[in-house]
């Protein structure tokens, strides 16, 4: 059973843009849980200040990122901070699905284009260009880390209907969001990714 949206639906296999001011709260919910999304920042003012899952990870030194941690991007300024998380464990570590991804790993001959596919067409609006998108923050997503050989595993998320994660924005910001368009990180079956924003005094 999904949960009804409070504010916007993203449908299976596709994104959307929008901008978010500083101090604003942005929630994305997994409505019918073991959906991942793939969330970008950019600076509003200059959008050559991005993401950068290097950055934060390497201030962090840990690779899995919950409530209080700050998300930094390639000039090391804090872009966003996780102010609430019911599910604790998301991924920063794999690029977004793309044409490429559906083909070299799945053998698709008429692949989908992917998140990387759905985030360039929604983000053009904004002056970004597909080669301006990076690795980005996986909402939900599980990837769990064979700690003696460093092999990496792409398993179902631990979202369940209605989990969500919040972010609160620490600068004027273009947002990239969408609903994951892989079979694999999304345990076989492709579902809605909803979001809402609040202003910062709000209640979670």
């Known amino acids: ?17 929008f901008t978010l001011d500083r101090g604003q ?8 849980g073991e959906q991942v999304a793939d969330l970008l920042a950019y600076n509003r003012h200059d959008i050559g200040e ?3 899952s290097g950055r934060t990870l390497d201030y962090a030194s840990r690779i899995y990122l919950t409530t209080g941690d700050p998300l930094y ?55 970004i260009g597909p080669d301006q998108i990076p690795v980005a923050f996986n909402c939900f997503m599980n990837v ?15 979202s369940r209907a209605g989990d969500h994660i919040t972010f609160e924005a620490q600068q004027d910001l273009v947002i990239g969001l969408t609903a994951c368009s892989a079979l694999q990180s999304n345990n076989g079956r492709f ?8 202003p910062a005094t709000a209640a979670l």
Do not use: Q, W
Request: proline share 10%.
């Open 1 to 17: 059973m999904c949960e009804a949206h409070p504010t916007g639906e993203i449908p299976p296999r596709s994104g959307v843009a």
């Open 25 to 32: 709260r942005l929630t994305v919910i997994d409505p019918c």
């Open 50 to 52: 991005v993401l950068s």
């Open 73 to 127: 991007s390639n000039r090391s300024n804090v872009l966003l901070t996780i102010v609430a998380d019911t599910v604790g464990r998301h991924d920063f570590l794999l690029t977004p699905c793309s044409k490429d991804t559906f083909r070299i790993i799945y053998g698709d001959t008429d692949p989908h284009r992917g998140c990387f596919g759905n985030l360039a067409a929604a983000l053009k609006p904004y002056g």
């Open 144 to 158: 769990p880390i064979d700690a003696a050989t460093g092999a990496i595993t792409v398993a179902p998320p631990l």
């Open 191 to 198: 579902k809605p990714i909803h979001y809402r924003i609040d």
